[in-house]
């Protein structure tokens, strides 16, 4: 049931990053002035009936300009967040490699061991790559992708041996 509700949950993240930009950008598409958008009394309590014809046209070019441009930017940071968040997950994200530190002490690759880095990820060993006699606290680590299907490689800085993982958390 847990691996159920990972999918789904990743899933739903893959859903929200694609339709994310679209429900941003309907709100940006809304060419009505801005005297259209406020009831009578929002716009009185504004000051905004003080304008000239001129100067509200002025002021609705530059309201349609600046939802525009902060649309945009909301969306490619929500799609951003996304990515991150998900990588490692279906090849969902970056194939950059991960670059953070183990969150407390290595003890060794061993079949089944959990490794929790400083950025809240956490990736299960999920083959039988040993490294034994290291204890180290709270070292380096990289997690580069395989070249084939969603395959991920944790390496401890320092060591040469690397062990397949998949991301849980």
């Not at 049931?1 to 859903?15: F, G, N, Y």
């Not at 606290?137 to 800085?157: A, R, Y």
Request: aromatic share 8%; hydrophobic share 40%.
């Amino acid at each position: 049931m847990p691996r159920r509700l990972h999918r789904r949950t990743r899933l739903l993240a893959l859903l929200l990053a694609c339709c994310m930009p679209f429900a941003l950008a309907q709100d940006a598409t809304d060419d009505r002035p801005i005297e259209q958008r406020m009831t009578q009394s929002e716009f009185e309590a504004a000051g905004l009936h003080k304008l000239s014809p001129d100067e509200l046209a002025q002021l609705n070019a530059w309201l349609r300009g600046t939802i525009r441009i902060e649309t945009e930017a909301a969306a490619a940071a929500a799609a951003k967040k996304v990515e991150d968040d998900n990588r490692g997950f279906f090849h969902f994200g970056s194939e950059e490699p991960i670059a953070a530190r183990l969150a407390g002490r290595f003890e060794g690759f061993g079949r089944g061991r959990t490794y929790l880095l400083d950025n809240g990820q956490q990736w299960k060993q999920v083959d039988t790559q040993r490294l034994d006699g290291v204890k180290l606290d709270s070292p380096k680590v990289t997690i580069k992708p395989g070249v084939f299907g969603n395959v991920w490689f944790l390496q401890v800085e320092g060591y040469n041996t690397r062990t397949k993982v998949e991301r849980v958390k």
